[in-house]
């Protein structure tokens, strides 16, 4: 009888849209948010402006002009992919480093759960709820870019590079998913705040600068490099192959290969490249839409996986916990 009462009943998502709609309210209102969208705003807008001045002069030969405004880099300035590859994984964690251990502090976290909402509808509401205030902001910030493509350039992209910027578009808020989540971790396994956001702000430090570097230095460990390689100042096959499967680790790795298979149509590879991969191949002729997808589908479900992964963990970690106040 006890186990038969200590079974619940309903939806377990049932109040998940309540949250949701409550969580993406918030966040769209929030003075934090709007500084960190303004940033992103402002600083994409004046990246790709600078790369605009660049490609004026190449309007009538290059049929993918309007991917160029994504990677193209000036002296003074980095490319609008540089930038976002350092805001999308800050905006994100701005989003998600008080979601669990906000409601513990202001006491509110008793009383949410006394109502017919289950633990499983809180997080994935507050993890839905940031996830669209990030699709929200990136969304705008490609159709501005688009925009001012089509006002400075004076050119329609093609269907092709729509549809690889739609692409490059789910990639990032993939990326942007996928430290969401490390942020939701931290805040399920940090009661205060502040140390939530120094631990997903360490963690994202560790990845994107410091485990690229680990990745080399372990692989030489692994495989240790003979007299010839030092002599010629090359690494072996054996030891780019292994570097490369460490640094992919990374979620930075992943999204930066994923966006340059898409936006940039003649990578055929990544990584070390034999002469049985391109025979036969024309040198610089691009990929299809098809092809470039193929490529970098792995990546992009890595970063999906990712993401599922550490909600999986802040979903058990927050099961464990005791919320009565």
Not at 21 to 33: A, C, N, Q, T, Y
Not at 57 to 79: V, Y
Not at 149 to 176: Q, T
Not at 198 to 204: H, I, K, Y
Request: aromatic residues 10%.
């Amino acid at each position: 009888m006890a186990q038969r009462m200590a079974r619940r009943s309903g939806s377990p998502w049932k109040g998940c849209g309540i949250v949701f709609e409550k969580e993406f309210s918030d966040h769209l209102r929030s003075p934090r948010m709007l500084v960190l969208e303004w940033l992103i705003l402002l600083t994409g807008i004046g990246a790709v402006f600078m790369s605009i001045q660049g490609l004026r002069t190449t309007t009538a030969q290059d049929p993918f002009l309007f991917l160029r405004l994504f990677t193209d880099a000036r002296e003074s300035m980095p490319s609008f992919l540089s930038v976002l590859s350092f805001l999308i994984p800050l905006m994100a964690i701005g989003l998600g480093f008080d979601s669990i251990n906000g409601e513990f502090n202001r006491r509110t976290m008793s009383r949410v759960l006394a109502q017919p909402i289950y633990r499983d509808a809180l997080l994935l509401g507050k993890f839905g709820g940031g996830l669209a205030t990030l699709a929200v902001g990136l969304m705008t910030l490609w159709l501005l870019i688009i925009g001012l493509g089509l006002l400075r350039l004076g050119v329609a992209p093609s269907g092709e590079e729509v549809a690889r910027g739609f692409v490059f578009l789910c990639v990032a808020l993939a990326y942007g998913g996928v430290w969401l989540a490390v942020a939701m971790l931290c805040s399920v396994l940090c009661r205060s705040p502040a140390t939530a956001a120094f631990s997903a702000l360490g963690a994202w430090l560790l990845l994107s600068l410091l485990w690229p570097m680990m990745a080399r230095f372990l692989a030489e460990i692994v495989y240790p490099p003979t007299d010839m390689a030092i002599l010629l100042g090359v690494q072996s096959p054996q030891q780019i192959g292994l570097q490369q499967i460490l640094a992919r680790i990374s979620p930075s790795t992943l999204f930066g290969e994923a966006v340059i298979g898409m936006l940039q149509p003649a990578t055929r590879t990544f990584g070390v490249v034999f002469a049985s991969q391109v025979r036969g191949a024309v040198a610089g002729a691009p990929l299809s839409f098809g092809q470039s997808l193929l490529l970098v589908w792995p990546q992009f479900t890595g970063l999906i996986a990712a993401a599922i992964i550490l909600f999986a963990a802040s979903y058990m970690a927050f099961q464990r916990q005791e919320v009565r106040a």
